[in-house]
């Protein structure tokens, strides 16, 4: 429909949990406000809201409002989004490791549709790894037991391989 819905997206670090929340910002022409739950409060959320507000009124632009580690926000805080989620006025979308059934309130899961996210298999790392190689590595060369053992060591997580791979480059360029 050419229209994003709420949502939360539960699953293990480094699964791209926003990285499709952005992705979905983009490619609805969406405004995108991000807020860590681990550093935001309600006075974040409502600068957030009014942000919100702004763009729909100046652009006629929607807002996707994502929140990361939502789980780590108080009922309280949960609930400050529910009317403007109801309104249309954003697009929630919540990211979370732990399971949202336990962890969010009911009002807000209510609210929301929940989509699971697993861990990156063996052959997406190694994609990852390769274009990795290619956009930002320069003329590193890794064996292939080297590129397995370091795919394996990211455990599923893309930030992990991208990290290690980061922390290599450096030290090869020491």
Not at 6 to 23: C, D, E, N, V, Y
Not at 39 to 60: C, F, P
Not at 70 to 84: E, G, I, M, S
Not at 94 to 101: D, F, L, M, Q
Request: a negative charge; proline letters at 3%; hydrophobic letters at 45%.
């Amino acid at each position: 429909t050419g229209k994003p819905h709420s949502m939360i997206l539960w699953g293990p670090p480094g699964s791209g949990k926003t990285t499709l929340a952005r992705i979905m910002a983009t490619e609805f022409d969406c405004e995108f406000i991000s807020l860590s739950a681990v550093l935001s409060g309600v006075k974040d959320i409502r600068a957030a809201i009014e942000r919100a507000q702004l763009t729909l009124q100046h652009s006629g632009r929607h807002t996707i409002l994502f929140v990361d580690e939502v789980h780590r926000f108080n009922k309280a805080q949960q609930d400050a989004f529910l009317p403007y989620v109801e309104q249309g006025l954003i697009t929630f979308i919540g990211a979370t490791t732990e399971n949202p059934s336990f962890e969010v309130n009911n009002a807000l899961l209510s609210r929301t549709q929940v989509y699971v996210l697993t861990a990156l298999p063996s052959q997406e790392l190694d994609q990852l790894f390769e274009r990795a190689l290619q956009q930002a590595l320069g003329n590193l060369q890794f064996s292939d037991e080297a590129r397995q053992v370091i795919i394996e060591f990211a455990d599923g997580d893309a930030r992990r391989l991208l990290n290690l791979l980061e922390q290599v480059h450096t030290a090869a360029s020491a």
